[in-house]
């Protein structure tokens, strides 16, 4: 299980980069290919389709929680009666969305009042009707994912994530080049989507030998399940208004070009928060049996969970205010005159609203699954639905006087609430989590970015960025002094280790060679 949670963090950080990369130089090509319009009634459309997944409702989410509880005792019975129950929810569930999403389809003026065009509503339709088939068929599908992951073979899950990250792209570019527009796009990402869900299948089917029973179900421990997740369902529907409504708002009140705008910057907050949770997905299974074994010593849990909480925050913080900083000082030109054009220069201040408000979360994001591991996520489910709602307000009023950027503001004021401020005195009080500790570390490695943003700060004064060459040799320069400061200033033995171990290895096998 060790190597596979190693080989499982390196696949999530090589997929990780695979997205970035694909993302960079994918998303540009689409818009010109598209149109802003058509890109822009493709996000809006992805993100209303993408709110139905708060049908999921938080169950599989406690799947790994109860997997993990009748792993322990050797239940295998009962781990196959999960299955089946999960198996046949989930595809209830699928039915459900099925349904929402035909009504939705056929009633489009819901979602974008009278700001499309005939041509615009029948593409619109079409969209809608595809991506509904995809999502119901998902559901029921996603279980054996689930399964996969409990089990924490995260080899065969990472790859298949990867060749599906791959596939989409590489297939969907020829097809727009040849003239094909959303509709196809569309179609041959969700076909190859149900390739990797039926791999999925096999492998759990065939390779794993996992079984279902769909009988003879324990009625307390199916209103356990529905009590533990009812409150992660309320987390669900958060996510979906914090990240999918702004798009719907601005698609409604502002049409579908201001809905490019966001969608450009939301892309690159996108790839920015997959630094953050790429590799800290791998340690849900592992952070729920750590709160399991250390349940009659809170001492020991405090100690246990409060360093890993420290440790991967740390590095998270490295990698993510190199990125974050450097979004900051060459962000806009990078959007402007490299990327997408001068046309989306407001998606530079949209990108920035996004990301640096929710770096708070993206340091601590462990601290969801030990919320969750611990039973105690009720709290975080209700704070961020006031907050929420509070964002939904926000951005209905800002979006209707300043367009895109004033939907974005209402979701960065949420979360500054949200995750600075509350959930930090939640973690630090009920949780077992020293926060204390937590910040004081970071603080400390936080000195090594005052010669790097002072560094940025002269750059942007005194430096004239007006070509592709200069802004490259400007990006290599911050990232060198970024590091060589963080090595000196912020780096902890332990941190300088894992820089130094693979280097040392890599040196001496270039040796041998």
Known sequence: MTNQLKAGSILSYLQMGINIIIGLLYTPVMIRLLGNSEYGLYNTVSSTISMLSILSLGFMSGYIRFYSRYKKEEDYKSIYKLNGLYLIVFTVIGLIALVCGLFLSFHLEIVFDEGLTAEEYNIAKILMLILTINLAVSFPLSVFSNIISA??????????????TVLGPLVTLPLLLFGFRSIAMVAVTSLVSLIADILYVIFVLFKMKEKFIFSG??????????????????????????????KVVIGRFKGTAEVAVYSTGYTLYHLYQMFSTSVSSVFTPRIHKMVRDTKEDP????????????KVGRIQFLILGLIASGLVFFGKFFIVNIWV???????YY????LTLPASIALIQNLGIEIQRAENKHQFRSIAYLIMAMINLVLSVILCKLYGAIGSTIGTAVS????????????YHKKCNIDIVAFWKSIIRLSLGLVIPV???VVAIIY???????????CVLVYSIVYCLSMWLLGMNEYEKRLVKKPLTRFVRRTKEI
């Open 217 to 246: 179900f324990d009625h307390t421990i199916i209103k356990s399940i529905f009590f533990y997740t009812s409150f992660i369902a309320i987390n669900t529907i958060i996510d979906q208004i914090n990240w999918n409504v702004d």
């Open 463 to 473: 430096i004239d960025v007006n070509s592709v060459p200069i802004f490259a040799l």
């Open 415 to 426: 979360l500054i609430l949200a995750n600075g401020l509350i959930m930090n005195l939640y």
């Open 299 to 310: 001492q020991e849990q405090k100690k246990i969970i409060t360093d890993l909480f420290i």
């Open 350 to 353: 949209v990108m920035l609203l």
């Open 151 to 164: 089990h924490e073979k995260f080899v065969f899950l990472k790859t298949i994530g990867m060749i599906k």
């Open 454 to 456: 002072f560094i940025g």
């Open 341 to 347: 054009g001068d046309e989306y220069s407001n998606s």
